[in-house]
């Protein structure tokens, strides 16, 4: 909840990534993802972007999450698909790479 209400936002489409980070005694990284039914009306094919996203973030989060335990940092993200189109895993994985870099650039330089 205060992803949406207190943090912050961006886009590398097709993923629009909200995020909240905040100082912690101990540092914790947690991820959500969500692919909403306007655009996919059966589970199937919601499920399978969401299968190809979290595989996608379980693979390239490790550096990101190097970086929030050298800032001491806690990092909430909350990933949403909001593409038109079932992606390939390359494009999902690209675009989780540009979205980790861009957070690592915001918890290693709170503006």
Known sequence: EQVFQKGKSFMAFPL???WHAGDAKEPVL???IAVPTRHFKKAVD?????????EAWR?????????TVAHNK??????VYVGNE???YST???KTIISISKLKKYIGDPA
């Open 16 to 18: 629009k990534i909200h």
């Open 30 to 32: 947690q991820a959500g």
């Open 46 to 54: 919601r499920n399978k972007i969401k299968r190809k996203m979290r």
């Open 59 to 67: 693979l390239h989060k490790n550096q990101l999450q190097e970086q």
């Open 74 to 79: 806690t990092l909430y993200v909350f990933i």
């Open 86 to 88: 079932i992606p390939d």
């Open 92 to 94: 999902l994985a690209e």
